[in-house]
């Protein structure tokens, strides 16, 4: 009920799978895997293990969080999947996320420009760009799919300092090199459950419905290289989630 709000989130959009429990806007409990396993193996005994560790049942769930992408095609499906899976039974509210939004959220920047990068291959990134201003965001940047250069060029436009925070931050420092640019500490720089956690928390406080049933994985990579690449992976089984 309203008094309190328990989040199960999921993130599996880069190599590492994470799930968390929140209460509200409070993390509870995160459990963070960066070992190359493949995330359909893992994900939900993870999420069994963190509610039994926590003492929590699956009743006492009152919304699922998954980030929805940008990401790895694999492993965003593996993770809408698994959410929708919970959610779907138990007919819970369910919330997808932005990536990149969750990544912002997660690296707590209270003041300040902060850049979510992930590597999308081939000199591109997934990328957004948000305003942190006494802990809320305000969103400048849709999330897109970009190339390097494209944005060295966008942040030429901003006086102020840059924390870079992702998989891509480190290629992005070092390919942009603008001195105003700054990395995220290493432990607050990956793609986590807790930020997709909090992201969910922002939309219930905004009022929003999380209805599953419309819930679409967000991939924008649209280039014909890249479409015919997910055709491919489609039809064969991955072992690991790129």
Same mark, same amino acid.
């Given at each position: 009920?309203?008094?309190?709000?328990?989040?199960?989130?999921?993130?599996?959009? +880069?190599?590492?799978?994470?799930?968390?429990?929140?209460?509200?806007?409070?993390?509870?409990?995160?459990?963070? /895997?960066?070992?190359?396993?493949?995330?359909?193996?893992?994900?939900?005994?993870?999420?069994?293990?963190?509610?039994?560790?926590?003492?929590?049942?699956?009743?006492?769930?009152?919304?699922?969080?998954?980030?929805?992408?940008?990401?790895?095609?694999? !492993?965003?499906?593996?993770?809408?999947?698994?959410?929708?899976?919970?959610?779907?039974?138990?007919?819970?509210?369910?919330?997808?996320?932005?990536?990149?939004?969750?990544?912002?959220?997660? =690296?707590?920047?209270?003041?300040?420009?902060?850049?979510?990068?992930?590597?999308?291959?081939?000199?591109?990134?997934?990328?957004?760009?948000?305003?942190?201003? !006494?802990?809320?965001?305000?969103?400048?940047?849709?999330?897109?799919?970009?190339?390097?250069?494209?944005?060295?060029?966008?942040?030429?436009?901003?006086?102020?300092?840059?924390?870079?925070?992702?998989?891509?931050?480190?290629?992005?420092?070092?390919?942009?090199?603008?001195?105003?640019?700054?990395?995220?500490?290493?432990?607050?720089?990956?793609?986590? +459950?807790?930020?997709?956690?909090?992201?969910?928390?922002?939309?219930?406080?905004?009022?929003?419905?999380?209805?599953?049933?419309? =819930?679409?994985?967000?991939?924008?990579?649209?280039? /014909?290289?890249?479409?015919?690449?997910?055709?491919?992976?489609?039809?064969?089984?991955?072992?690991?989630?790129?």
């Amino acid at each position: 009920g309203w008094n309190k709000m328990r989040i199960l989130a999921f993130e599996t959009s +880069a190599k590492a799978a994470s799930v968390a429990l929140a209460d509200d806007g409070t993390l509870v409990a995160e459990v963070y /895997q960066n070992t190359g396993l493949t995330h359909s193996r893992t994900l939900l005994a993870m999420a069994e293990h963190l509610l039994q560790s926590c003492e929590w049942s699956p009743r006492d769930v009152d919304a699922v969080a998954v980030a929805k992408g940008p990401g790895s095609f694999t !492993g965003i499906r593996i993770g809408v999947a698994a959410a929708k899976g919970f959610a779907w039974g138990r007919e819970l509210p369910l919330y997808g996320v932005s990536t990149l939004e969750a990544m912002a959220l997660g =690296l707590g920047e209270l003041e300040g420009l902060v850049c979510p990068v992930m590597d999308a291959r081939r000199e591109q990134i997934y990328n957004a760009l948000f305003r942190a201003s !006494g802990g809320t965001l305000t969103r400048l940047r849709e999330d897109r799919a970009i190339a390097l250069a494209d944005l060295k060029e966008d942040l030429q436009h901003w006086a102020e300092p840059v924390v870079l925070v992702g998989d891509g931050a480190l290629l992005c420092s070092r390919t942009i090199g603008a001195e105003r640019l700054r990395l995220a500490p290493e432990h607050r720089r990956h793609q986590r +459950a807790a930020g997709v956690a909090l992201a969910a928390w922002a939309s219930i406080c905004r009022g929003e419905a999380g209805d599953g049933a419309t =819930l679409q994985p967000h991939y924008l990579r649209l280039s /014909q290289a890249e479409r015919e690449r997910l055709a491919r992976l489609q039809h064969t089984d991955r072992k690991d989630n790129e």
